[in-house]
């Protein structure tokens, strides 16, 4: 069955730090000297000049339909595209840390909105209403660290991918920068088509068709973690 609430929360959620995400992207290529963001208008906090189509649709998609993959906001927002050669530090180093201060916002801001989760009244826990205000705070938190966690796979357009590009020795990379044209049908193969497979097929407990199951287990235990309650007490109010 279809939670609408915790689906409209998880988009809500997924938005905001999507949009966290991509300007922090911007802002430190800016940092470091790249003006290219910046005047393309991604030096903002507005989620239209964010938004990537496909990678929203993926979060609307899922966060309706948990049955297929479970309610989580996986999905990203529009690449923010840098001049390598401007970027202090060299094209390599630059665009490193460009792909890296995503990742390190988005994982940081959601494991301090669950470590501030330690500190909300037990009268908003334990009240059948207040309640969805802890709920809000935890879908947020799980946004945050999935959004994070997600884009450290290297599959175009998450970051990952440029993190690895930038590794490799440049033979290595030119062949794997081929790999960015497949990437977005990579992505829904891995949370749909397999997922898919594994319900028609009733294997869905090998774990290549579990994926979004392990990584939400994965998340709400690190919730659990550094918020200081109980997993069954996340999990619960995850899906409340």
């Known amino acids: 069955m279809i939670n609408v609430i915790l689906a409209f ?38 989620l ?71 500190f909300l009244p037990e009268t908003l826990i334990f009240n059948p209403i207040l309640s969805r205000v802890v709920q809000f705070v935890e879908v947020f938190a799980a946004a945050n660290i999935v959004l994070a966690l997600f884009n450290i796979l290297p599959i175009y357009p998450l970051d990952g991918y ?24 990579i992505i829904i193969i891995l949370l749909f088509v397999l997922p898919f497979l594994g319900n028609i097929t009733r294997t869905s407990g090998f774990f290549l068709f579990r994926l979004s199951y392990y990584a939400m287990l994965g998340v709400l235990s690190l919730i659990s973690f550094v918020s200081g309650y109980p997993l069954p007490m996340v999990a619960l109010y995850y899906v409340i």
Request: proline share 8%.
């Open 48 to 118: 239209r000049i964010h938004l990537d189509p496909i990678g929203t649709l993926l979060c609307v998609i899922l966060a309706f339909l948990p049955v297929v993959s479970g309610p989580l906001g996986l999905g990203w927002g529009k690449p923010v595209k840098t001049d390598p050669w401007k970027l202090r530090g060299g094209p390599n180093v630059g665009t490193l840390l460009v792909a890296l201060s995503g990742i390190v916002v988005s994982l940081v801001i959601g494991l301090v909105v669950a470590f501030l989760m330690r």
């Open 162 to 185: 440029q993190i690895l590009y930038t590794l490799l020795p440049s033979r290595h990379a030119l062949k794997f920068a081929r790999s960015a044209q497949y990437g977005p049908a």
């Open 9 to 46: 929360m998880i988009i809500i959620c997924f938005l905001i730090a999507m949009v966290i995400h991509e300007y922090t992207h911007a802002l430190v290529a800016s940092w470091l000297g790249d003006p290219t963001p910046r005047s393309q208008g991604r030096q903002s906090l507005s």
